[in-house]
């Protein structure tokens, strides 16, 4: 297709953190601190990322976005979290250079959210980061010119994809959609046993937020800790998990804060709504959330968005996916599609397949096509479960499967897809599996208007589903 979309990636999260103190985004495409550096993984780095999950290379930087033809990139916000860096292995030197190490978002960095008091001016701070070098163009190694820019609304992303200087498969214009990731980033979850929240200043920030100039289409309500807004649901594993406590307040429900918060969120009263992304979120929170949307906010057109999840499956395919509630159940898939919703689908190996399943251990091969293949199916059995499960409520099957690949947030990318820059390759694989799956399966689909072309199942998922969103929400 023209250009692909990923509504849930970091580009930021990384440069940003190499721009302290300064705060400043390089126009040397060659610097740490710009949002080109283009930094693809060589054979060392992949296989620090094969047997520790670690990446040591950078993914959702604009230059691989650029080669791999990115049309609309939603640019996730985060505010890192304290609770990541004050941890059971203390704040001396060793804990500094292995969280480093583990994040790579530097030691200025790390030692500034050591000590933070107050998470929105960051948040600021990095929207204002991410502003710098909008609209500007640059000259990439492949010599053609690119650039990104921050959308305002659906008729900024329609003006800015119009823009693209070529009508080849490189996309030179990328249309930039702001999101957030953790509501912490209002100026909660400091210190919420010792010193909670101040109600009005969270509600002013909020009003702050909706009145940017470029609003944000979706904020991630949770994330990995109690934010003194909602319960989140458990995230942490590996190495974070035994160096990192995200016990407190997990899979509880909402506050009362938070209840003020999300109504701030959707008021429409002057079209400035912002949606609520339910991924983090507690079971218990998402079903109170659903609650309100069924109750106080009856008839209203409120899409229920997953920014970057995967599924936990049913009685017949639960054994092939990742059994824990920071997943989604069919129930909650429903009401995504009832809602016009959106699905994004996350690139992180620990998140999509259960541990030991068969074809995750055939991605972890040495021939590069039969890890292409075998990776791209654990992306298509996530398309085919939620494709199965809709066509069995007799709703659409294939319109709200789309790419959040989670790129920069600390993942464990799918072996072989590795950055924003191999969309293309998945695009091309994705096409194999659909054309099987029409050919062999599709007398699973009881609804013929769900038996459709795998091209367009794939350019649905690819982009089209998230372009469609954006026009009618944004």
């Known amino acids: 297709m023209k250009y692909f979309a990923d509504i849930h990636c970091h580009p930021t999260l990384k440069p940003y953190g190499h ?5 400043e985004n390089s126009k040397n495409l060659k610097s740490k601190s710009s949002v ?9 780095e992949k296989m620090i990322d094969l047997l520790g999950g670690i990446v040591k290379y950078r993914q959702s930087n604009f230059s691989a976005m650029g080669y791999g033809n990115a049309g609309i990139v939603f640019a996730s916000l985060y505010p890192m979290e304290r609770s990541f860096f004050d941890n059971k292995l203390g704040t001396g030197e060793f804990n500094d ?20 008091t107050d998470y929105f001016p960051d948040l600021e701070n990095e929207y204002a980061f991410l502003k710098q070098m909008s609209g500007k163009q640059v000259s990439l190694a492949d ?3 690119y650039h990104y820019s921050l959308a305002r609304n659906s008729s900024d992303v329609a003006s800015i994809l119009d823009s693209d200087a070529t009508e080849d498969r490189k996309s030179n214009s990328i249309a930039v959609i702001l999101t957030i990731e953790g509501a912490h980033s209002f100026g909660t979850g400091i210190h919420p046993k010792q010193n909670p929240a101040n109600r009005n200043y969270v509600l002013g920030n909020v009003e702050k937020v909706k009145n940017w100039e470029h609003r944000p289409i979706f904020i991630t309500l949770a994330h990995h800790f109690f934010n003194e807004l909602c319960g989140h649901a458990e995230s942490l594993t590996g190495i974070v998990k035994s160096a990192v406590d995200q016990s407190y307040m997990m899979n509880t429900g909402f506050t009362p804060l938070g209840l003020e918060v999300v109504d701030k969120m959707l008021d429409n009263s002057e079209n ?4 609520i992304d339910i991924k983090h979120m507690s079971r218990t929170s ?3 959330y659903f609650n309100l949307l069924d109750t106080k906010y009856a008839g209203q057109d409120i ?24 997943n989604l159940y069919d129930d909650e898939i429903v009401r995504v599609a009832q809602t016009n919703g959106l699905f994004g689908l996350q690139l992180d190996e620990r998140r999509i397949a259960a541990h030991g399943d068969f074809e995750l251990k055939k991605t972890h091969g040495i021939e590069r096509r039969k890890v292409l293949f075998h990776s791209s199916f654990l992306v298509w059995r996530q398309i085919q479960h939620i494709a199965e499960l809709l066509d069995s409520q007799g709703l659409f099957a294939w319109g709200i499967q789309t790419i959040g690949s989670d790129y920069d947030g600390m993942i464990d990318p799918i072996n072989g897809f590795w950055t924003a820059e191999n969309l293309p390759t998945l695009e091309d694989y994705l096409l194999m599996q659909a054309h099987t799956y029409m050919k062999t399966n599709s007398g699973k689909l009881g609804n013929s208007f769900n038996r459709i072309d795998p091209e367009e199942i794939v350019n649905r998922v690819m982009g089209d589903n998230a372009f469609n969103f954006v026009m009618k929400y944004y």
């Open 97 to 116: 250079l292995l969280l480093n190490f583990v994040t790579s978002v530097g030691r200025e960095r790390i030692d500034f959210v050591q000590s933070v």
């Open 272 to 275: 400035k709504r912002i949606l």
């Open 286 to 288: 998402r079903l109170e």
């Open 19 to 23: 721009s302290f103190p300064k705060k």
């Open 303 to 326: 899409p229920v968005v997953v920014s970057h999840g995967a599924v936990i499956g049913n009685d017949q395919d639960k054994h092939l996916f990742m059994n824990a509630d920071i």
């Open 36 to 44: 080109w550096y283009y930094d693809p993984p060589n054979l060392f």
């Open 143 to 145: 010599r053609a010119s």
